[in-house]
């Protein structure tokens, strides 16, 4: 968790408006003063680091997109384990992980770690009763660092399909500036899409060929603990 010390420094950054952390897309760009020195003579020592996440979670807000694709798929979703679903938005709690960010330019990528949600997840089922099918995405992981990606695991009616697998891909160009409320910090605009290695599985899955990579999921929101 941050130290006192660090916790101070990420929140005046954030208040001067001088960190927009890409947690989750080493796509995204950062501005640069014209008068920044170098990258080769900026420190590669991490202005701030969480070596043990301990929550909060990570929602998404669903895109009327998405939405609108499970309906014509005849597709429901829900919820897993201690995830939750509300007013057009899934939350999975944060169950572990750690984050590093540096200086932008002193390192590359300049957000590194692993954001953890053991336990929970999404579900998509086709049909009801004894007959449908119930394809539940869990147990994410997510990688904020070169290629973001969030991963997990899939089973198909409570049977493996795929372990750690790739599932969305995550686009942190739209993401807002670093946020702090009292303890917690707030990233909030990342893109989340669908990958084409989860594409397939779910086109495979419901005998379809409507679902495609790159379809909007939905934005999320991640917020962890400072102390």
Known sequence: MFSKKIASTVAVL???GA??????????????????????????????????????????ALDKGFTDALTT???????????????????????????????????????????????????????TGATA????????DIDPGNNSTLYGDVAVNDKTAATHTKLFDL?????????TSGNTAILEGTRVLMSDNAAA???TTFNTTAVKGGLLIGIAKITVNTK
């Not at 942190?172 to 946020?179: E, V």
């Open 133 to 140: 099918t119930v394809v539940k995405l869990t147990n994410f």
């Open 171 to 179: 686009d942190g160009t739209t993401l807002k500036p670093l946020q």
């Open 73 to 127: 798929l005849k597709l429901t979703p829900g919820t897993v384990g201690t995830a939750s679903l509300a007013d057009g938005s899934i939350s999975f709690p944060i169950t572990g992980g750690n984050v590093t960010y540096y200086t932008p330019g002193s390192v590359k990528p300049y957000v590194q770690g692993d954001i953890q949600h053991m336990g929970s997840g999404l579900s998509l089922t086709a049909g």
């Open 19 to 60: 960190i927009s952390l890409t947690a989750c897309s080493s796509s995204g760009t950062s501005a640069t003063s014209t008068s920044a020195a170098p990258s080769s003579a900026l420190s590669t020592a991490p202005v701030a680091t969480i070596p043990n996440l301990t929550g909060v979670s990570t929602a998404v």
């Open 14 to 16: 954030a208040a001067a």
């Open 201 to 203: 599985l779910l086109n």
